[in-house]
Every structure is written in C-alpha cells, then in structure tokens.
C-alpha cells in the first residue's frame, strides 16, 4: 500500500515559483511511477506530468512544458513538482498520485494524495 501527501500549495504571484513535495509511505515507491494531476474549479483533472520509477524519463503535458519540472529522491520516497513562470491559468487543486506504468490520464494510478491548492494571482 503506497499513500501519497503532497504539500507546499500556496498563493504566488504571475510569474512566480513554486515547489510542491510528495512524500509517499510504502516500501514500493522506487518502483513506482510517479505522476501529478491537477484540477481546476468546474473543470476534469487533467495530467500536468509524470516520472518513471528511476527517474530517467520524465513526461509533461504541453500545457506546462518549459515551466514544470518533476523530479524524484527514492532515499526520501519523494517526487517533486518545480513550477515556475506561474500563470493565474495554473490555479488548481494539485495531486500526487502513484501507478506501475506511465500513463497520461488518471485511470493509470492506483494511488492518490488529498491534494495542495496552488492559487496564481494576476
């Protein structure tokens, strides 16, 4: 059993940064693809990007390519999300979420965090 806790959502201005934490428990996480998703009010969850177990290979929705970068420390059993260059479009409930495979949309995870709300001011 994996649970995810992400945190360190907050308020940041247009063209700030921001950097959420996952820490999953589980003896399994190296093994694990790692992804974050994010949910807008009215709006689906939609894929913000994604990591293999190893960290080799990272994958980005077009969306925040150039902007967000996901990167991992199994000793710590924790994925990161670097945001930069934040756009008000980017306010979101973000989630942490845990699968075996890599996949783009959230059928592919098994296992989810609660969410961080990150709220970009114009």
């Known amino acids: 059993q994996v649970q995810p806790v992400e945190s360190g959502g907050g308020l940041v201005q247009a063209g700030g940064s921001l950097r959420l934490s996952c820490a999953a428990s589980?003896?399994?996480?190296?093994?694990?693809?790692m992804a974050w998703f994010r949910q807008a009010p009215g709006k689906e969850r939609e894929f913000v990007g994604a990591?293999?177990?190893?960290?080799?290979?990272?994958y980005y929705a077009d969306s925040v390519k150039g902007r967000f970068t996901i990167s991992r420390d199994n000793a710590k059993n924790t994925v990161y999300l670097q945001m930069n260059s934040l756009k008000p479009e980017d306010t979101a409930v973000y989630y942490c979420?845990?699968?075996?495979?890599?996949?783009?949309?959230?059928?592919?995870?098994?296992?989810w965090g609660q969410g961080t709300q990150v709220t970009g001011s114009s």
């Open positions: 589980g003896r399994t996480f190296s093994s694990l693809t």
């Open positions: 979420a845990a699968g075996f495979t890599v996949a783009d949309v959230s059928a592919g995870y098994s296992y």
């Open positions: 990591i293999s177990w190893r960290g080799g290979s990272t």
